[in-house]
């Protein structure tokens, strides 16, 4: 029960029926409640087991530094900016999909997706036409024909001959009613869920789509292949070739695939015969396939015959012409968890997640009270508000109605004929003729499922405390970020002036250790090496010795490596101190020479790091200075309250909840 007391606090408080007074702080004439910084507490602050008010103190001050930043930046109408509000409005449309659409029903759909996912379906099927908007009349005899057909298919007869002679698909000249191998995500949700459904040999009932009715036929159930990678070569022979040419292709595709088993390599043998220059130049490589994928049935059909990698198909026929193909690569269907973020993206990007959706706008009408007004478009289609143009496009509603009256109504909220006749502009596009009453009746259904959607997400700061909590922390770090970035951040780049004066009263933080300045040179023989080692004993940067050393070839001494660095910071540095054995305190330069290749280590005392050397890092120590500059100069200039009694009710609040 002490897990639920804030849950039930934050409840009664977002629906207006926690009487107490819960505010924690005021800046000036704004007031902030108790639950904000809990939520906030709960959700940034670390703390372990009993809270104290010692740690509600410590993320107190935090959260009134925090206000403040946010009040200013109100102050100034950082928020009433065009550009603030479509960003935010921007959140909140993506912040609101989790509570309009049932998240058990999207669990559902992903595991349903693997599950089918795991499967192969070849199925064929039989389509007789009809449009979502037609008349009952037409709907009847759509009904009727594909039960006809349904009846005789049960009974025996040739689903191949029914489908040629029924069905109103356009692939079904080529095809017969045999989509082939199919899986999940290739065909209308409705069409799979049936497929899936039905057991191989069997014909389903008839069912219906946006296309019209269908039945189907399961042919076969297979384990799913997952992808195949696969290269192929391929000689172009068209339907429309001559018997010649076509004899031309055949030979000229036997003759590699001869080649082929004789142990040729197929990479060369793409590169030179296959027609598909896109792939010849890649070995052949297509890629990777997919049971219902991009390929047409009879090369995908011998895609998946194939067994082992490397493996090398007969020769196939389409209607491009002749394929050979090899199997590169197998990778069967993953685990659950592997496939389930894109499963969801999948299924998010489907019609099939309507399916969330539908359940909320069913569960809300019974919240809301919702009734059927359905009755009041009537003259929609019974007056002939809508007639006939509307299917050119160029309907317009009679600009003599008044269309006053309330055609569907939400809680508080009215919608007139008014506003649906704009919203049903939406269907007045060119398209074939239908029956006018069921567009009308199918645009209202959608009119007013949109009512309920929109009117719900404008409402849901006040339905969840969480979603109102999100949208604030989005509205005040939004705000917070636009604020920070002109007070603090872009002002320590761009304020050249300021950040030298700050490295002036802070430079002598930083300072660099005993440094040691390396420098190598290769000497071309034992003579220039001996004289170069002198001169740096004597001078560091002796210039003038290489100089004269190169005078007559300008390989006799050449710079190697150099560098400038604490000891502990670079191997090249710490084995020159450790081969020279010079130390911190001898102030001193030390050379020595190794197989013709100079040394020179010079110890450098302990000096100021200049701004040029460490900007990145005082810019960041400026900005923290400019920041608490700032954060100090709001503490002036606005009047912060905080009530103490109500952070002793936090803490006692937040130790129950543990």
Request: proline share 2%; with cysteine; glycine share 6%.
């Amino acid at each position: 029960m002490k897990k639920t007391i804030l849950q039930i606090a934050l409840l009664l408080f977002g629906i207006g029926l926690y009487a107490q007074d819960r505010t924690l702080l005021e800046i000036d004439n704004e007031k902030i409640d108790a639950d904000e910084f809990i939520h906030i507490f709960n959700k940034n602050a670390n703390h372990n087991g009993k809270v104290t008010r010692k740690d509600v103190d410590e993320y107190m001050e935090l959260f009134v530094n925090f206000k403040l930043k946010v009040h200013e930046g109100q102050a100034q109408g950082l928020d009433t900016s065009r550009s603030f509000r479509q960003e935010i409005a921007g959140y909140r449309k993506q912040l609101a999909q989790p509570y309009l659409s049932d998240k058990s029903v999207e669990d559902e759909l992903v595991r349903e997706a693997y599950d089918r996912m795991c499967y192969d379906i070849d199925v064929s099927h039989i389509l007789i036409t009809v449009n979502n908007n037609a008349s009952p009349e037409d709907t009847l005899k759509a009904w009727n024909k594909i039960n006809e057909v349904y009846k005789r298919a049960v009974k025996g007869e040739s689903f191949s001959k029914l489908a040629d002679t029924y069905s109103q698909d356009p692939s079904v000249a080529k095809n017969h009613g045999d989509l082939g191998y199919c899986t999940v995500f290739g065909l209308v949700y409705d069409f799979e869920t049936v497929m899936y459904n039905t057991k191989p040999g069997e014909v389903s009932a008839p069912f219906r789509t946006r296309y019209g009715y269908h039945i189907l036929k399961v042919n076969d159930k297979r384990p799913s292949k997952g992808r195949y990678k696969v290269a192929h070569i391929m000689v172009v022979s068209p339907q429309d070739a001559t018997a010649e040419q076509k004899q031309e292709a055949k030979a000229t595709i036997e003759n590699v695939y001869a080649q082929l088993k004789n142990g040729a390599d197929f990479a060369e043998m793409a590169d030179k015969y296959s027609a598909d220059r896109r792939t010849a130049v890649k070995g052949g490589e297509l890629g990777w396939i997919n049971v219902g994928g991009r390929m047409i049935k009879e090369f995908e059909d011998a895609v998946f015959k194939l067994e082992k990698v490397g493996d090398i198909s007969d020769i196939v026929a389409t209607s491009y012409g002749y394929h050979i193909i090899k199997l590169l690569e197998k990778e069967p269907i993953k685990p659950f968890e592997e496939c389930k973020a894109d499963l969801k993206s999948k299924v998010s990007g489907n019609l099939r997640s309507y399916k969330g959706r539908d359940v909320v706008i069913a569960n809300l009408r019974k919240e809301y009270g919702i009734k059927d007004m359905s009755k009041t478009v009537a003259p929609f289609y019974k007056k002939k508000y809508v007639t006939d143009s509307i299917f050119n496009g160029t309907w317009k509603i009679d600009s003599t109605l008044k269309l006053n009256k309330v055609v569907f109504e939400i809680k508080d909220q009215k919608f007139t004929e008014k506003d649906f006749a704009k919203y049903f502009q939406k269907f007045n596009t060119k398209q074939p003729p239908v029956d006018i009453k069921m567009l009308v009746l199918n645009g209202y259904k959608q009119f007013c499922d949109k009512c309920i959607i929109e009117y719900e997400e404008k409402h849901l700061e006040e339905k969840y405390p969480s979603f109102k909590y999100l949208m604030k922390e989005y509205h005040d770090g939004i705000l917070l970020f636009a604020l920070t970035n002109e007070a603090v951040w872009n002002k320590a780049i761009a304020d050249s002036t300021g950040l030298e004066a700050y490295y002036e009263t802070v430079k002598d933080n930083y300072k660099w250790g005993y440094r040691y300045d390396v420098k190598t040179y290769k000497c071309k023989d034992a003579k220039s090496a001996t004289e170069l080692s002198k001169a740096l004993n004597a001078n560091f940067d002796d210039e003038t010795i290489v100089g004269k050393l190169n005078a007559k070839d300008s390989t006799t001494v050449v710079a190697g490596e150099s560098a400038l660095e604490e000891k502990g910071h670079s191997l090249f540095v710490d084995n020159a101190i450790r081969e020279s054995g010079i130390t911190e305190t001898s102030g001193q330069t030390k050379v020595f020479n190794k197989e013709n290749t100079v040394t020179a280590v010079k110890v450098i005392a302990p000096t100021t790091k200049q701004l040029s050397e460490i900007r990145g890092i005082v810019t960041a120590a400026y900005q923290d200075y400019l920041e608490k500059q700032w954060t100090e100069g709001l503490h002036k200039k606005y009047n912060v309250k905080i009530h103490e009694e109500m952070l002793d009710q936090i803490v006692k609040e937040l130790s129950e909840s543990k």
